[in-house]
């Protein structure tokens, strides 16, 4: 049964870190491109940041870059995101999305709330 599950989100201050994490298994984690998305009330989801297989590529949406990291460790079958400086506008239930190239084979994690608030 193949499974993403996130984990790390929280309430913190603007300004405060988190590091999210989303541990996949159930398929072979080394073989795809993780993605983290986030949603947050009334609003669609978008892309936060993208990391490919193996590592070799990462990009960011330009309202996180400078401020949060993507990283994978496949010997531990988890991606991570770290966040850093946040913001109110922050706030969203972040997603995980496992992505396997043309094959259009994607799976999704059920998420995790942050929340930044004082």
């Known amino acids: 049964q193949v499974q993403l599950v996130e984990s790390g989100g929280g309430l913190v201050q603007p300004g405060g870190s988190l590091r999210l994490s989303c541990a996949g298994s159930?398929?072979?984690?080394?073989?795809?491109?993780m993605y983290w998305y986030r949603q947050a009330p009334g609003k669609e989801r978008e892309l936060v940041a993208a990391i490919t297989s193996a590592g070799g590529s990462i990009n960011y949406a330009d309202s996180v870059k400078g401020r949060c990291t993507i990283s994978r460790d496949n010997a531990k079958n988890t991606v991570y995101l770290q966040m850093n400086r946040l913001k109110s506008e922050d706030t969203a239930v972040y997603y995980c999305n496992a992505r396997r190239g043309a094959t259009g084979i994607e799976y999704w994690g059920k998420g995790t709330l942050v929340t930044v608030s004082s």
């Open positions: 159930g398929f072979t984690f080394s073989f795809y491109a």
